[in-house]
């Protein structure tokens, strides 16, 4: 694996090209897990015995694990070399998913999925840290992350296709059986096309990952549990106790470490602190967006599988279309001005699908605020990215590398919990029968997720330094010639 400390020396030894491809491979795989299953939800229900709450953990499962585990596996990767432990994870989760295929009962599947999470979190902190170590900032870096941000951003889209055809043609448990070979052809290349990194001194946080990945499965169970049960429930309100202490905790934790695995000093900058935030609640609507939409076209269009993957198409090639211009248009506008112009089709687009009811139809509610999405999530996500990595110290690049992904996960996770809070509450309340249960669940769901979105543009638009100071110019002029007047 190419260092992130000292690329030069790597690069002169291994094929940064023929790497880059194969962990962008491999990142697909792993991104796409995050959504393959949301497809196979309704057959993976039916064949497991799920309850409708309890189905989130199929997708809960797997990012919890993978964001609460990912600055640690990055940690790993500098102790104990990034090839080595790369492997190691995709080793974990090529033989987690094949557990997952022949899964009889939920619990083994859920199982199945946490140790996907924890290959993932071995894996990918690997292949940011190349595109960090590999190209030096500014345009080189710029594309590589444009080509990077749409591997992330349209392998979730593509995930759902995928699902689609997987499920249609084959069973659910080939959306778990297709990583398999995958696995085995990436861990035979990587020793011949990859350079390992040099081990680097350094000790575990292990107090740190457990506390955090502990204090977020409580919170994320807390709220599934509200949903089913409601707010008053006994087990949730204690669910919601124990993670304000293992969060708390975590913190403390955070702040005495010698080498804490989330140095809180990445959080100093206002701009990188920014972006990782606006990154949790733009994944966090999105995410929850492919879990009940996938539903809605399934159980209320009536569509097969298939069809419903095939849907997804047109927000999959707009985001990789956009992510793909994206690099080209930031030295001209900057990235700011593209983050708050990728936002507002965003909300409007997460707007449009708070409308769906029972009697929405694909064309008229569906396929309008998926191309959107897509483009307006392809103008964000590079500039986003870049601002996460923008100036960090050398020491802390792999640190700064994994929290992106980070709070993709974490983000993905507590948003679909609360989503799915908001679900099940509309939904008791809806009356009706049950397709009008769905469908006004799903849209005060889409209401949430759209609040999301505008709080991912107010944060954008305070963490960013001259967007501040052009507004405050604008209240000034505003406010002068109202003086005159």
């Given at each position: ?15 940064p ?7 962008l ?41 993978f ?8 940690r ?16 974990l ?34 292949v ?27 392998g ?28 085995i052809?990436?861990l035979?290349v ?9 081990r ?15 204090g ?19 087990l ?17 934790t ?85 983050m708050?112009a ?23 509610g ?120």
């Amino acid at each position: 694996m190419v260092s992130v400390r000292h690329p030069g020396p790597t690069r002169r030894r291994g094929h940064p090209g023929l790497a880059l491809v194969i962990m962008l491979s491999a990142q697909l795989m792993i991104i796409l897990d995050m959504t393959v299953v949301n497809i196979a939800l309704p057959h993976i229900q039916t064949g497991l015995n799920f309850s409708a709450a309890s189905l989130s953990w199929v997708l809960n499962a797997y990012t919890l694990t993978f964001g609460g585990l990912l600055l640690l596996g990055g940690r790993a990767g500098d102790i104990l070399g990034r090839r080595r432990v790369f492997l190691a994870g995709i080793a974990l989760f090529t033989l987690s998913s094949l557990a997952g295929g022949i899964a009889t009962t939920g619990w083994m599947l859920l199982a199945a999925r946490a140790l996907q999470g924890v290959g993932g979190a071995l894996a990918s902190p690997a292949v940011l840290a190349l595109v960090v170590g590999s190209f030096a900032e500014g345009r080189e870096r710029t594309r590589a992350l444009g080509i990077y941000s749409a591997v992330a951003m349209g392998g979730a889209s593509l995930g759902l296709v995928l699902g689609g055809v997987i499920t249609e043609w084959l069973s659910w448990r080939w959306v778990l059986f297709v990583n398999v070979p995958v696995g085995i052809v990436v861990l035979a290349v990587t020793p011949l096309f990859v350079t390992e990194s040099p081990r680097q001194p350094g000790r575990f946080d292990l107090a740190g990952a457990v506390t955090s990945t502990a204090g977020m499965t409580a919170l994320v169970y807390a709220f599934i549990r509200a949903a089913a049960s409601g707010w008053s429930d006994d087990l949730a309100v204690a669910a919601f106790a124990v993670a304000a202490v293992l969060l708390g905790l975590f913190l403390l934790t955070e702040t005495r470490a010698r080498q804490p695995i989330t140095p809180l000093r990445l959080f100093a900058d206002l701009g990188r602190g920014g972006s990782y935030l606006a990154r949790l609640l733009l994944v966090a609507g999105m995410f929850g967006m492919f879990f009940f939409l996938t539903q809605f076209v399934q159980e209320i269009l009536g569509f097969s599988p298939l069809a419903a993957g095939v849907a997804f198409l047109p927000m999959t090639l707009t985001v990789f279309g956009v992510s793909r211009a994206a690099p080209r248009l930031i030295p001209r506008f900057g990235g700011t001005r593209l983050m708050l112009a990728g936002m507002l089709p965003v909300i409007a687009g997460m707007a449009w699908l708070a409308q769906v009811s029972a009697g929405t139809g694909y064309l008229a509610g569906i396929f309008g605020p998926l191309v959107l999405l897509g483009t307006g999530m392809g103008l964000v996500f590079v500039p986003l990215t870049a601002a996460s990595l923008a100036g960090v110290a050398p020491a802390d690049s792999g640190a700064a590398s994994s929290m992106v992904n980070v709070m993709q996960q974490v983000g993905g996770s507590l948003g679909l919990a609360i989503l799915v809070t908001v679900f099940g509450t509309a939904a008791r309340h809806a009356g009706g029968d049950a397709h009008h249960a769905l469908a006004h669940g799903v849209s005060a769901a889409f209401s949430v997720a759209t609040l999301f979105d505008v709080a991912a543009l107010a944060v954008i638009v305070l963490s960013a330094g001259p967007a501040v100071s052009a507004l405050a110019g604008l209240a000034a002029r505003t406010g002068a010639l109202s003086t005159r007047r």
